[in-house]
């Protein structure tokens, strides 16, 4: 309750960082902000697009606003997971496939519109 106190009622912040001098009341937020901001330290990485985060809360908040109801997709040349939109695009950009390659192994059907072959959709 004490340190509850200070901070909160009293505005007390004994802990500041010696980069940007930012005040805190608890040495472990100081110790967070420094090696989230200025060391940019970012241990969690979204597995769908390969984003990463500083906390683990703000990963979970971006699965859950970016990727909800996503079907994760294993690529057959290398077996890298990837969400269902990308995998074409992982497998012209790391594995040099072509579309004709790609149509070929069932996994890209060129779209049935009047577009000349430019759009591609994935078929799975």
């Known amino acids: 309750m004490e340190k509850h106190e200070l901070a909160v009622h009293l505005e007390t912040r004994p ?12 040495k472990h937020h100081m110790e967070r902000h ?5 060391l940019k330290e970012r241990l ?3 597995e769908y697009c390969r984003v990463d985060f500083a906390r683990k809360e703000h990963l979970h908040n971006h699965c859950r606003s970016k990727h909800a109801g996503q079907e994760r997709m294993s690529c057959p040349v290398c077996g890298a997971k990837t969400e269902s939109g990308t995998l074409v695009r992982h497998l012209l950009g790391r ?12 996994i890209w059907k060129p779209a049935e ?12």
């Open 113 to 124: 519109n009047k577009s000349r072959g430019r759009r591609a959709k994935v078929q799975f």
């Open 95 to 106: 594995h040099e496939i072509e579309q004709g390659k790609a149509v070929e192994m069932g």
């Open 44 to 46: 969690h990485k979204c």
């Open 15 to 26: 802990f500041s960082c010696d980069v940007c001098f930012r005040g805190f009341c608890q």
């Open 34 to 38: 420094k090696k989230h901001v200025h």
